[in-house]
């Protein structure tokens, strides 16, 4: 096994693609070892076929739309005049737009990508240095993946055989209480340094924004309406969003028919890499499976660890290693068969595990030499990719408290779930 993930890391090294790396260190394993080649590719080919994982195609396309639609611009302007009379208000108005956005499209990188770019240049153009800025915007696009509709909690319950509906659902305080820490840190730093604010409007403009916000706004409550209703499944619901979010920008007249085609293909091939990615992750997880790895990881924490604390600080500094060196799905994918029994034997709920989980990956997203959101931030600003890192350390530390409160306060998880789905 030690020469499985020693394959692995070395391919790492040499600087080929994770998904890559991942089937080549099976085959290689099983020509070292006499296992079947067959069996690791049929697994390939099985891992995304997976009826919960059309969900994932979905709900890229529905954050596509909605980029491309002119509903990030909406979003973010009524957030602006919502919250932007606060000290730091633009860097708040960035957290806030990212709760909502986060509604839309479950993705990191296209909350990054796609609002982004207005956040970063409004907050610029309002006299923002921008590493605030740049850090702002990074940091506030990991609660896309927390809160629903989430592409990691997709992966994580098709790996880990929990209910998709209780982990979205699951996923709403958490992703409440990262964006308050992210605001306590923006609103002192605002504070020292004189950032500016702009003046409340009055509540006539705010509600005038508002409703033409509506439907924007409205597009979380549709997902997660039918999710708790019973009246569709997640990925049912995630076709239902690209429907709203289709006909919502053709109405407003900002996408156009000619647009589709560019975003089906961008849609398309995002799709792809996740789900070779997951099928990739699920070869080298069959094959850590049949070595017995998860049994002897148990035996080892059940004989050495004493209770559910020491478990969880333990998983929760590994996870955090491993989002700095892996991409976030291929670990969910390989991770979770391991780690989520281990957590189970000392009584952590299985819904709440899973948002500790993604969340480490998330915040991995943040920091190099893996770090998804810091190579989007570098592409589309100027700023250089070591000033972008050091203006995240402190969101990074902002990022670990939110974590340790989730961690260590499991209600903040199963409150939600247990409530509205019993």
Not at 84 to 111: Q, T
Not at 212 to 234: D, H, N, Q, R
Not at 240 to 252: D, G, N, P, Q, R
Not at 362 to 384: H, K, N
Request: charged content about 10%; aromatic content about 10%.
């Amino acid at each position: 096994m030690l020469m499985l993930f020693g394959l692995f890391l070395l391919f790492l090294l040499l600087g080929m693609p994770v998904a890559f790396s991942m089937i080549c260190s099976a085959i290689f394993y099983c020509q070292f070892f006499g296992e079947s080649i067959n069996m690791v590719l049929t697994r390939t080919i099985a891992g995304p076929t997976s009826f919960t994982l059309m969900a994932l195609a979905f709900f890229i396309l529905a954050g596509g739309i909605m980029n491309n639609g002119g509903v990030t611009n909406q979003i973010f302007g009524f957030c602006k005049k919502l919250i932007g009379w606060v000290p730091g208000g633009l860097g708040h108005a960035n957290v806030l737009a990212s709760i909502i956005f986060a509604g839309m499209s479950g993705a990191a990188v296209a909350d990054a990508g796609g609002l982004g770019q207005i956040e970063v240049k409004a907050m610029r153009d309002d006299g923002y240095d921008d590493e605030f800025a740049v850090a702002v915007t990074g940091a506030s696009s990991i609660i896309g993946p927390i809160i629903p509709p989430s592409i990691p909690a997709v992966v994580f319950a098709v790996a880990g055989g929990v209910s998709v509906g209780r982990l979205l659902i699951g996923g709403v305080l958490p992703g409440l209480v990262l964006a308050f820490c992210m605001m306590v840190y923006i609103f002192f730093v605002s504070k020292k340094r004189h950032y500016p604010r702009h003046e409340f409007g009055g509540f006539k403009d705010l509600g005038i924004s508002f409703l033409k916000s509506i439907p924007a706004l409205l597009t979380p409550v549709i997902i997660l309406g039918g999710i708790l209703t019973g009246v569709c499944t997640p990925t049912e619901a995630s076709t239902v969003a690209v429907f709203y979010a289709l006909i919502l920008s053709l109405i407003t007249r900002n996408l156009s028919i000619r647009d589709l085609p560019k975003i089906l293909e961008e849609t398309i091939l995002s799709t792809m890499s996740v789900l070779f990615i997951v099928g990739c992750a699920n070869s080298l997880a069959y094959l850590v499976t049949i070595a017995h790895l998860p049994e002897t990881i148990l035996n080892f924490f059940g004989t050495f660890i004493t209770n559910r604390y020491t478990c969880l600080i333990l998983i929760n500094v590994f996870l955090l290693i491993v989002g700095m060196l892996m991409e976030s799905l291929s670990a969910l994918t390989l991770l979770t068969p391991i780690l989520l029994p281990i957590a189970m034997m000392y009584g952590i709920d299985p819904i709440h595990f899973g948002i500790v989980m993604i969340l480490n990956l998330m915040i991995g997203m943040l920091t190099p030499p893996v770090g998804m959101v810091l190579f989007v931030l570098a592409r589309m600003t100027p700023t250089p990719f070591e000033r972008i890192c050091k203006a995240m350390v402190p969101f990074l530390i902002m990022c670990i408290i939110a974590l340790l409160i989730i961690s260590f306060c499991p209600p903040v998880v199963t409150f939600l779930p247990n409530l509205l789905m019993g």
